[in-house]
């Protein structure tokens, strides 16, 4: 599988110094092993993004490392959905056939799949079940990227039976693991910065980005990056720029999108719209999947970057914001804590008022948010850039397999 | 002095780790619980939440410089607890375990004084993980000053943390091993004993860097001028 893009030395320039060679000494250990990630998807969602960017680098670095993708019909996705949601919290209802019909399908793909390999990673809950089809050799690790910290127990409890099976289960926060007899590992995901979303712009390509925008940038921009989805509170954003507005002449903009097949964020966006009516510097902006460089502009040119979750998975929102050296300021919940470091890169907050006392601080003292801005910057070049994944996966292996 | 320092018998190997981190599944809502749990933990538990902090905030400094002072800074919100957390340095201790006697008995000492015990209301528990060292050596070596000098500029941070943080806590070489190959291998005890003060809380692991480069220049440049 050959998918373009810059290899490993193109990393030199942003990553941690040393930090390339130490990846390519490290890789020595398990140079010519076999990795398998398997996903549902080669495009689209998060994983998909990580791992177009993660297999060829692990190529790269002398791992033999390839991306099987588990195949399925509408009711198949349906039912690994339906999981989806129901690990995350959500009720669902799930019936006899259902449950058939993910394991038949699981075992029609492992009929298919070329399993072998030294480390098998799993990615989510929709291949898990290909554990139950394991050849004797390998080790198979369960990669959950997803918010288990208080699933529907159905649903747990099923998907929990064939997580044992594996050698090793991997989260993405501590909250997120769950008692089981195997070992948990703690692995961040991260952001590519040299992926559209972060690459560096040129002055010229940020005004062509945002010429058709109509946001003023003669004055403090705050900006939210985030889907129209009641947990990420953009009215909260609205109600805690109101407060600072009398002190602080700024704009406030809202960019984000999904609200196309959720009823919910449809009322979400109907909601900061109607704020936005009624006041003409609030700028609500409902972006395609696909405007990863309006959003990058976006990042660039704002002030202050919030993330005022009430709820959260990870967030990697805010280490993009970060990597653009933008002071944030999150709610303090889910990764959003374990990425601001309060009083250094930014503040976490409980509430809208306390969302809206940092802002005006920070406007009222541009050397700070300088200052944080760097530490955020250098803050995600330590620790959630893809290189440091790269860097984990690979003494995951070392471990595991070697 | 000159002549006996421009090569060592024993090259330095500048070796790097990376950290595997794993989740143990302890959680703390409360101070109480957290003396319990940090009672039980495993060792290379407490080590994560101490010591290789500075490996995962190499630059960033500011905010406390442990997992435990953070935690009940920003979660549970007592400041008194934070500050006296905030000052354990677990580089002055020759092992773990002492560094979790001194963290139990504030804790002690601290929760003596309480009526009720200070727990998160809004915020999250605390959640104990597991270090796991890897180290790596990195394929660079030096034998004289000028050779040191290039390979600490260039090497990743996490070589310096193994040799000039995880030496002292773990392995009881006083003032790190960087100190203790300049002084023994090349006869620099003053730079030796320079190198051996340097310590995280200047800012960070980066910081202590470029304070050992700068260290490290000035004795190249007095060599230099003493040979003219």
Redesign the interface.
Known sequence: MSIPGPGIEAYRDVAPRGAVDFLLHLSERVRGRHFVHVNSTRVGGGVAEILRRLVPLMNDVGVKADWEIIEGDRDFFAVTKAFHNALQGEEQVFTEAMLEHYLASNRANASRMSLNGDLVLIHDPQPAALVESRPADGQWVWRCHIDLASPQRRAWSFLRRFVLRYDAAVFSLPAFAQQLAIPQFLVYPSIDPLADKNRELEPSEIDALLAPLGIPRERPVVLQVSRFDRFKDPIGVINAYRMVKPYHDCVLVLAGGGADDDPEGARVLAAAREAAARDSDIHVLDLPPDAHLTINALQRTATIILQKSTREGFGLTVSEAMWKGKPVIGGATGGITTQILPGVTGYTVSSVEGCAYWVRHLLAHPEAAARMGAAGREHVRQNFLITRHLREYISLMARLVS | MAERAATATRPFHFT?C?E????T?R?ARDERELMEEIEGAPAESIYYHTDTVFL????????YPNDFAIWVA?QIRDQVLAERLGMVDPFLFESVERTREEILSILDDHLERLNPVPRVV????F???RS?L?E????ITARSLAEFRAALA??????IYLHALDARSRRGVRGGQFAEWLGEELGLAELAERVGRLNPYLGGLERVRQMMLALVDAQLEGALRGAA
Request: glycine share 14%; net charge neutral; no cysteine.
């Open positions: 790097g990376v595997l981190r794993e989740i599944g959680r995962r905030r190499p630059l960033v400094a500011g905010s920003v809004f915020g999250d528990p959640f104990f993980v796991h890897i790596v050596p990195t394929g260039e090497v990743d941070v996490s070589a």
